[in-house]
């Protein structure tokens, strides 16, 4: 575990600090101490232990680590390719044509890539759900890229080559947990997806995950994919465990609700993800009336970004339209937002602590993991006011506002850059693995992969258009923007 030699204590001095304990207390002008690996102490006018790094904090909130429960690190060496994708165009590409293309060095060169992006966000934990591990060197791939770097981070183990009963068949997966070492930076989970299918062979693999004592990570409630007949099959076994977690959840009926939150499983929900690639619409609005536990995620770099501000931008966002839009629907209208912002930075911070099963992390509080992010911009307008520390965390921050990242009491961002973080060998790195990926599958359909085409579509009749105020030539540009107009 290569992490910064330099173990001082941290003491952040007179910010606004987000606890995150128990009772949401937020304290003005306050202290933050750092010793080791743990939060010491939060206070107003704490002492300065002998050799402290006293970090300003005036101005700035500062808060726990945020916990990102569902990325899919590898394909961050992709970022970006897949923005216009579906579901069905992703599928694709990893599931179907390329994905048994990537080697375990690139599988190392988009997890390092992707980890740091999470440091650098302050995002201080982050569940990789490795789904293109074909063979155990890729595995070790991913492990050895995730412990180069000082975050946190579970590995989920997954195989998107292979079904989940084949690939925990294999002896050296086996191996791979015996030998891997587990440690408080780095857990495990399992990572696979259940089909729905009346026998349910996906019992062998919930079974290997039992044994070795994981947790399961599963995407459940995608269209098209899975739906409530893999939860119903799960629970019915028996098989569903309180540190397992749902990915997206969005398309299932009250009756998969009401049997993920009689296990005590949590949902993940990537708003993001939901909102373009169309596993269903973000739950979040019909979840909490069955008291289902939530994290947030952001799934893939290789479409969306990789930060938490923007997971809770657009939950809001999203809970707040449905809400909407549903009273609209029965002529009513919504005088009280039910999902407020503090509770997406409690689903940013101790939701993922609580789905990871991790009651020492997310909060700062005395005694619990030194996993702080102060958020300070002395250069932005958008700093000041800070009125709403919530408000401000939600809708006003961004990655670039990431002043100081603290984790395990190792300090991985200063003063708004990285420490310790070699940049151009990451960027060597990726670059191979997009030489590679274009050079493998050929430059036309790399190219086309990344530009998928776009069916015909049309502009309405207008009856309004009674002059040539817009011409004919304008019209045909402006349908030619949009797809074929089709006249
Ligand atoms: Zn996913």
Do not use: C
Request: aromatic residues 8%.
């Amino acid at each position: 575990m290569s992490a910064p030699a330099d173990h001082r204590p941290v003491l952040f001095r007179n910010g606004t600090v987000l606890t995150m304990d128990d009772a949401h207390t937020v304290l003005t002008g306050a202290d933050v101490l750092v010793v080791d690996d743990t939060v010491a102490d939060v206070g107003t006018g704490l002492a300065a232990p002998d050799g402290a790094v006293e970090v300003d904090a005036s101005g700035g909130i500062v808060m726990p680590g945020m916990i990102d429960t569902h990325r899919h690190m590898w394909q961050t060496a992709m970022r970006a390719y897949g923005a216009d994708w579906t579901l069905t165009q992703y599928f694709v590409w990893y599931y179907l044509e390329h994905g048994k293309h990537f080697r375990p060095e690139d599988i190392h060169a988009g997890n390092v890539l992707s980890a740091w992006e999470s440091l650098e966000a302050g995002v201080t934990t982050t569940v990789d759900w490795s789904h293109g591990l074909q063979t155990t060197d890729h595995a070790d791939a991913a492990a050895d890229a995730l412990e180069s770097v000082p975050g946190r981070f579970v590995l989920a183990y997954g195989n998107i080559q292979a079904a989940p009963w084949e690939w925990t068949a294999d002896a050296a997966v086996r191996s791979f947990f015996e030998r891997r070492t587990r440690s408080d930076r780095l857990g495990f989970q399992l990572a696979f997806d259940v089909t729905g299918d009346p026998s349910f062979p996906e019992r062998a693999a919930y079974e290997f995950a039992r044994d070795l004592g994981l947790a399961v990570t599963t995407h459940a409630g995608v269209w098209g994919a899975t739906n409530d007949d893999g939860i119903r099959l799960a629970h019915e076994a028996g098989l569903i465990g309180s540190d397992d977690v749902f990915v997206h959840a969005a398309t299932l009926t009250a009756d998969s609700y009401h049997r993920i939150a009689s296990t005590g499983a949590s949902i993940s929900v990537s708003t993001e993800s939901e909102q373009s690639a169309g596993q269903g619409y973000p739950p979040t609005w019909q979840v909490r009336q069955h008291g289902i536990p939530v994290s947030l995620s952001m799934d893939t770099s290789v479409w969306w970004s990789g930060d938490l501000f923007t997971a809770m931008r657009s939950t809001l966002g999203a809970d707040r339209s449905r809400e909407h839009l549903e009273a609209h629907v029965k002529g009513d209208t919504v005088t009280h937002s039910s999902l407020r912002a503090e509770h997406v930075v409690e689903w940013a911070t101790r939701g993922g602590a609580a789905a990871l099963g991790r009651d020492d992390l997310g909060q700062l509080v005395a005694g619990k993991k030194a996993d702080v992010v102060l958020i300070k911009n002395d250069h932005s307008p958008v700093s000041f006011p800070l009125l709403n520390p919530y408000g401000h965390v939600a809708f006003q921050a961004q990655r670039g506002d990431v002043h100081t990242v603290v984790v395990d009491g190792h300090v991985v961002k200063a003063d708004g850059r990285l420490v310790g973080a070699d940049l151009p060998a990451m960027r060597t790195a990726v670059d191979n693995t997009v030489d590679f990926l274009v050079s493998t599958i050929g430059e036309d359909a790399w190219m086309s992969g990344m530009n998928p085409d776009l069916p015909p579509g049309s502009v309405l009749d207008n009856p309004y258009q009674y002059t040539d105020y817009k011409s004919d030539a304008t019209r045909e540009a402006r349908g030619t923007m949009f797809g074929d107009p089709g006249s």
